[in-house]
């Protein structure tokens, strides 16, 4: 039966093939073939759920969209998920229309944002989310399909198609899908979710607005390694050492959050807590107001005492987020700046529901 | 004759269309003169010149008797809903500049 669902289109194929087809025709994939959301398969995730279709989880004010659950379960099937990944897919969408994530900024930018999502909780275990080895690479189910979804939700629900209200320069491959967990028993560190206020024991999924990782190989001490982290988040370039577009011009630059993703062995960072991490690299990941000058970014000549003036690249310790996961080999990090200012686009956590019974 | 071996399915649409609330206009201005105007300044580079620029040119040419100015947060996030309302409230016409 298919009860709950009144926006249906018919359809029909001889095959799988010219059922993919199909939905080529109907301008609904990202590109790469999607699995046709056939009411039955899409009542089977609302099922699952336990959720109504109609239940609308979030706007997007600005296209006058309404984003409800059916609309995210035909996007979730279409993605190849199975439907135990669903709660975490809703998650993720209510975290993305919350305010503080302001989705029309990163779903319309010329700054081609993707939208990575952390995953927290048992759920990674229950669902086998890849938290180590190709953490950002494919090869999981899970991952890749979660991540996948959100993008063709962006683009089928919340109207950022490319070219239309998609207004990327380059994007990055992240747009395609994007999504890692943490890999919470082999750390002391305390998971993400908890750190931004979530009990343990519970799930969560974290959205963020940002570029894609870029990997940084350091040597085995902590000093060092965040050394090197804080040179990469330092670069020239990005969105957040950079002006304009935002109200308040008093930080100078549009400053921004960052992720930091840490690979290795936990025992590196024996004695540390990842608000030693934090505070450790806050103040270090920040420019000198003469390179600013020379690259254009503030106008002006370059003054002597230019070089020692510096101005920090993000405001907070707390605008760090610090995620372990990826394979133990080796040292190794991925940074991640985000893709505009704070103001403009917050992180947002939100609980992944499991399913009712 | 090949045997049609096609069949019918029902797809969920994962698209979804704007909700587009009617509204009605507001009676348009024949004359500028003693008005209040409202600017918004979407932050981007260049909005905070020309509105400036604008304010100045419609007292000096119109007779414009005052200006409120709101510049947003940011140039992706919308006008405060207070200022906007004041403003609705409060002045006579509004003009938005996008920079760049």
């Known amino acids: ?357 | 004759m090949a045997l049609d071996t096609r069949k019918r399915y029902m797809l969920a649409d994962p698209t979804t269309r704007p909700i587009a609330a009617s509204f009605t206009g507001a009676q348009r201005l024949n004359d500028l003169r003693g008005k209040r105007v409202g600017l918004i300044d979407d932050s981007k580079p260049n909005g905070k010149e020309i509105l400036e620029e604008l304010a100045d040119l419609l007292k000096a040419r119109y007779g414009v008797a005052d200006v409120m100015y709101h510049r947003k947060p940011s140039a992706s996030k919308p006008a405060d809903p207070e200022v906007v309302a004041r403003m609705g409230k409060e002045c006579d016409y509004a003009i938005v500049a996008i920079g760049d």
């Open chain 1, 1 to 357: 039966m298919t009860s709950g669902l009144k926006d249906v289109v018919q359809a029909e194929w001889e095959d799988v093939v010219e059922a993919i087809e199909k939905c080529y025709e109907l301008g609904w994939t990202d590109g790469l073939p999607v699995v046709p959301p056939t009411t039955e398969r899409v009542q089977q995730f609302l099922d699952y759920a336990d959720r109504p279709a109609n239940e609308v989880l979030g706007a997007v004010p600005e296209r006058r969209r309404e984003i409800t659950v059916d609309k995210v379960a035909a996007n979730a099937v279409m993605a190849g998920c199975l439907p135990e990944y669903f709660p975490v897919v809703l998650a993720a969408t209510e975290a993305m229309l919350d305010p503080v994530f302001n989705l029309i900024g990163p779903s319309s930018s010329l700054g081609g944002a993707g939208i990575l999502a952390v995953i927290n909780g048992p759920v990674i275990r229950e669902l086998d989310i890849n938290c180590r080895n190709n953490l950002f690479g494919p090869g999981n189910r899970a991952n890749s399909t979660i991540g996948r979804s959100i993008r063709l939700i962006l683009m089928n629900a919340c109207a950022s198609v490319p070219g239309l209200f998609d207004r990327s320069i380059l994007g990055h491959p992240g747009k395609f899908s994007y999504c890692i967990a943490e890999n919470e028993t082999e750390t002391h560190w305390n998971p993400l979710h908890v750190e931004r206020g979530f009990p343990r024991g519970t799930s969560a999924v974290t959205v963020f607005a940002c570029e894609g990782p870029r990997q940084v190989r350091a040597a085995s001490k902590p000093e060092a390694i965040l050394t090197c982290v804080a040179d990469v988040a330092s670069s020239l370039g990005t969105s957040m050492a950079n002006t304009g577009s935002v109200g308040d011009t008093s930080a100078i630059l549009r400053q921004g959050q960052i992720a930091m993703v840490v690979a290795g062995t936990s025992d590196v960072w024996d004695g540390w807590s990842k608000e030693d991490v934090r505070q450790y690299l806050q103040p270090r990941v920040r420019r000198p107001v003469a390179d600013l000058k020379r690259v254009e970014v503030i106008e002006g000549d370059v003054e002597p005492e230019d070089e020692e003036r510096f101005i920090p690249l993000v405001p907070s310790a707390d605008d760090i987020l610090v995620v372990f996961g990826g394979g133990q080999e080796g040292p190794t990090a991925a940074l991640i700046p985000s893709w505009g200012a704070k103001v403009s686009s917050t992180a947002v956590t939100k609980a992944i529901r499991p399913p009712a019974g």
